[in-house]
């Protein structure tokens, strides 16, 4: 087909500059609120005042609401108070952002604030939960991890409104040694130890048996230091299959969303 605006018998100038030949309209803003059900819903606290305030949002104006569950609501504003804005919302349909395996990312606590964007760029890729752990060779060490909490939450949260999602991921406390990371392995599907010194091939575990592919997945990355012989053992004895990355070394915030894209891509997930 010839793109309009072009001339039949003239092939179109590929170097040209994108004009879009309409106005292209926004998508519409999203918010979280477990306080929705019966066909009403409201916003209060910092959303409502972000909505009713900084938004400047006026009686009849629609957002998307997602409740904890996945479920998405096209919210119609009803009425608006004092730090609190009020919907008549559609019924319910799940959100198409939400990927058909749940992963919960394991990432070995970096230094210089490094997590945030690990947290901001795994929450676009669609991890369901960030819990980060101390292991023998991390270089960081726990400080003032409750208030931490709240902001990397925050971070979470606006990246999943930013990118769409049905869901606010979480983010746990750190974990205090490897050993308890993998305490927590069996309650996984799968779980897959990326370990600098090599392993089994990625490709070759994913998408999995089609009859039972795996829903839950943990993926576990280490820090700057990397794991020791020993963490590497006790992830296998824990039911954890030892993957490798090829033969480059990746950084510690770099091997989390190269693990997540590739899990997503092998599970259709990026399609």
Not at 37 to 48: E, F, I, K, N, V
Not at 121 to 129: D, I, T
Not at 186 to 213: H, I, M, N
Not at 258 to 267: C, I, K, P
């Amino acid at each position: 087909a010839v793109p309009a605006g072009y001339a039949q018998n003239r092939m179109p100038d590929l170097h040209a500059p994108y004009r879009p030949t309409r106005r292209e309209k926004p998508l519409p803003h999203r918010y979280f609120t477990t306080d929705i059900g019966g066909g009403r819903a409201a916003l209060t606290g910092p959303d409502a005042h972000h909505l009713a305030d900084v938004m400047r949002g006026r009686v009849g104006d629609t957002v998307v609401l997602c409740d904890a569950n996945a479920v998405e609501y096209t919210g119609t504003i009803t009425a608006i108070a004092s730090g609190r804005v009020e919907f008549s919302v559609s019924e319910g349909y799940p959100s198409a952002a939400e990927p058909s395996v749940e992963v919960t990312l394991y990432a070995g606590y970096p230094k210089q604030g490094k997590l945030e964007d690990i947290i901001r760029h795994s929450v676009e890729l669609g991890v369901h939960r960030v819990t980060p752990f101390f292991s023998r060779y991390c270089v960081a060490a726990p400080k003032k991890e409750d208030a931490k909490r709240e902001r990397y939450s925050r971070i979470a949260a606006e990246a999943a409104k930013q990118c769409g999602r049905g869901i606010l991921p979480e983010v746990t406390l750190p974990l205090p040694d490897f050993a308890a990371v993998c305490d927590q392995l069996k309650t996984y599907d799968l779980a897959l130890f990326f370990y600098e010194c090599g392993g089994v091939p990625l490709r070759s575990l994913l998408p999995g048996d089609p009859a039972r592919p795996p829903r839950k997945i943990a993926l576990i990355t280490g820090s700057e230091g990397g794991f020791s012989p020993q963490e590497a053992a006790a992830a296998a004895a824990a039911g954890a299959v030892t993957v490798g990355l090829g033969p480059r070394i990746l950084r510690c915030e770099t091997a989390p969303l190269a693990v997540l894209s590739a899990v997503m891509t092998l599970t259709g997930n990026l399609e």
